[in-house]
T-cell receptor
């Protein structure tokens, strides 16, 4: 079944630790995204990729970094986690092309930094 | 002014009620309009999207767009407890990134 997977679903970690949030999709989508979601706030785009070896920063400034070495894989890394990074992180993907940009989301990774 | 405005609620209705969820947008370049549903501890899932003004129906759900007033609505008929979720409107143009509203949290009480 075509889907998009995020791991871990929940992570509690101490300040200063390095973390990587994994995202993989089986749909062969060219475009992949990372959004940050906080309660009562809009989804904010922090990174996106339109294909292998292509990554861009989104509207919301983030200290995280991403890589896109394989089409299906789009991990997000925080080199030194801080309490301000506590949030829900959503990965999404969409097909290329000029039509409506319909996103398929993963279940999310909820990060808590103590 | 945010490009997509949505009342976050929360909204609580009795089972069987007709629910109306609304958004406004300010960017005239937006070409298509989407509604996503997000259950607690899950990612958003697409309910429906439309390009044009007017109504689009899918079962108990109707999406309505009025481009002249830049108003987007989602109607849910015969609401069920399983409809309890956060509903996110989103707008976009071409293949560019979507702009999301804050989401409206809906509770349908049995």
């Amino acid at each position: 079944e075509a889907d998009i997977y995020q791991t871990p679903r929940y992570l509690v970690i101490g300040t200063g630790k390095k973390i990587t949030l994994e995202c993989s999709q089986t749909m062969g989508h060219d475009k992949m995204y990372w959004y940050q979601q906080d309660p009562g706030m809009e989804l904010h785009l922090i990174h996106y990729s339109y294909g292998v070896n292509s990554t861009e920063k989104g509207d919301l400034s983030s200290e995280s970094t991403v890589s896109r070495i394989r089409t299906e894989h789009f991990p997000l890394t925080l080199e030194s986690a801080r309490p301000s990074h506590t949030s829900q992180y959503l990965c999404a993907s969409s097909e290329g092309g000029t039509g409506a940009n319909v996103l398929t989301f993963g279940a999310g990774s909820r990060l808590t930094v103590l | 002014q945010k490009e997509v405005e949505q009342d976050p609620g929360p909204l609580s209705v009795p089972e069987g009620a007709i629910v109306s969820l609304n958004c406004t947008y300010s960017n005239s370049a937006f070409q298509y309009f989407m509604w996503y549903r997000q259950y607690s501890r899950k990612g958003p899932e697409l309910l429906m999207y439309t390009y044009s003004s007017g109504n689009k129906e899918d079962g108990r759900f109707t999406a309505q767009v009025d481009k002249s007033s830049k108003y987007i609505s989602l109607f849910i008929r015969d609401s069920q407890p399983s409809d309890s979720a956060t509903y996110l409107c989103a707008s976009g143009a071409g293949s560019y990134q979507l702009t999301f509203g804050k989401g409206t949290k809906l509770s349908v009480i049995p």
